[in-house]
């Protein structure tokens, strides 16, 4: 009876296909911050031309938190407009200051004469990184970066913008964050580096109605990395930024990457790979190794028209 009783419990824990229900909700935490406290001190330590502000989020009506670095060309040329990477950080929940350390490549690379200026840009991913989560409270990750934060950017800043002068990349949540949001708005972005994502997690979401786990359920269905991709693949009018998939070879995950690229070319998306071997999952011990080669990427596709 206690076999029957213990195998009872794990049953009523999760969820039924299709059922629209709370079951396993976490219990409540402390609320998240938009603007991360910890930024301040992140921001000490951290390479010349960075910087940290924030704007008033329309929809929130609440302050958030960026870091933006500036290449030093750009208080030398005031008229200059500039193109820009967004970098999406790892981990859940968001703070702006958890990729800030990669900067400092940014920064070398540009002081050395390898790489051309340009301003990387380091938001927030929100109380589940990246993911619109409408049941919650302030949680539009997605729609706060897309459509707040980059608007702000721009209008703020001497970016070059639109499609010509956009690139987007991230590190695990954050890859998949850019995986999702380069196939649903692929116009926004002249290249997309995706780096360590979690398509296993992905995976889990698309085959079980949303549910990452019993108490979480992304909504709505076929939000996720693959069904994106298989829907973005449909659509014969759309063109397709420059994709790089990143990763180390010693990333827990690594696998599931390599799925991920032989199903892109399954569905005739047109993607290259930058593997670093013997990385773990570390964005900064791939910046390390091949950081150089992720930077150029996105260099090259700076100005071309979509």
Known sequence: ??????LWSVAIALPVPGQQTNLGKK???KP?????????TALANS????RHATFRSPSMEVDVGYHIYLPPAYDEETERRFPVVYHLHGGRPGGEYKSISLAKYVDGAIRAGKLGPVIYAFPNGGPVSWYNMPDMTNAMGEDVFVKELIPHIDNTYRTIGASKGRAIEGFSQGGRGTTRILFKHPDLWCSAAPG???FEPEMRIKENDGWENPSLRFLPIGY????????????KDLKTPPILIWVGTKGFNYDYNLKYSEYLKSL???HKKLVAPGIAHSAKGIYELKGMELMKFHEKNFGKSK
């Open 268 to 270: 005739g998306i047109a």
């Open 224 to 235: 996720n990395a693959w069904d994106l991709a298989a829907k973005h693949a449909e659509r």
């Open 1 to 6: 009876m206690r076999i029957l009783a213990a």
């Open 47 to 50: 390479a010349e031309g960075l």
């Open 32 to 40: 998240f911050s938009w603007v991360s406290p910890a930024s301040r």
């Open 196 to 198: 360590g994502s979690g």
């Open 27 to 29: 219990a409540p935490q």
